[in-house]
């Protein structure tokens, strides 16, 4: 049997790490979970960038270069990176990016429908949200404009999950 691990982070501190909201994690590099995946059968997997990794990918795009072709990056980037950056983070295998509008840390709400339909119609990326499902009620207007998305960490509680699910169908 082939796994892909859907979501996992790489924390390495040799690239900058910052403190969000007052969380810190713990390092964790390609070589920790290099030693965890071969008893697992994993074959790939997608590289999700953290907001205590700001707006710096030489962090995943090394990880990804380490860990092989199997893997896959999702960036957090600025409204304002540009097309050239984008252009070099996707020949390295980033296909998706993240805002996490939980912590922040990431991009405003007012620019995140046109980088996320700009990066879905230019290159192919989906976005991946990282937020509270008790707030999709509220975000129901946003999200209905963004052309493809997800919600990571199961939308990270219970509240909202019927929202969740009427996104999920």
């Known amino acids: 049997m082939k796994i892909f691990d859907a979501h996992f982070h790489i924390i390495d501190f040799k690239y900058p790490i910052v403190e969000n909201n007052g969380y810190t994690p713990p390092s964790f590099t390609t070589e920790d979970y290099s030693s965890l995946i071969d008893k697992y059968g994993i074959v790939g997997g997608a590289i999700v960038?953290?907001?205590?990794?700001?707006?710096?990918?030489?962090?995943?795009?090394?990880?990804?270069?380490?860990?092989?072709?199997?893997?896959?990056?999702?960036?957090?980037?600025?409204?304002?990176?540009?097309?050239?950056?984008?252009?070099?983070l996707n020949s390295k295998k980033v296909t998706a990016v993240r805002f996490n509008l939980k912590r922040g840390g990431s991009e405003?709400?007012?620019?995140?429908?046109?980088?996320?339909?700009?990066?879905?119609?230019?290159?192919?990326?989906?976005?991946?949200?990282?937020?509270?499902?008790?707030?999709?009620?509220?975000?129901?207007?946003?999200?209905?404009?963004?052309?493809?998305?997800?919600?990571?960490?199961?939308?990270?509680s219970k509240y909202g999950l019927q929202d969740l699910y009427n996104w999920v169908e």
């Open 108 to 156: 405003t709400i007012e620019h995140l429908e046109y980088l996320s339909n700009k990066l879905s119609e230019e290159f192919g990326w989906h976005t991946e949200f990282y937020l509270d499902s008790k707030d999709l009620t509220e975000l129901e207007p946003f999200l209905n404009k963004v052309n493809n998305f997800s919600i990571d960490h199961l939308g990270l």
């Open 49 to 88: 960038s953290g907001s205590f990794q700001a707006f710096d990918q030489t962090y995943l795009t090394n990880s990804l270069g380490t860990l092989g072709d199997g893997f896959y990056g999702v960036a957090n980037i600025p409204n304002n990176i540009s097309d050239k950056e984008i252009a070099f």
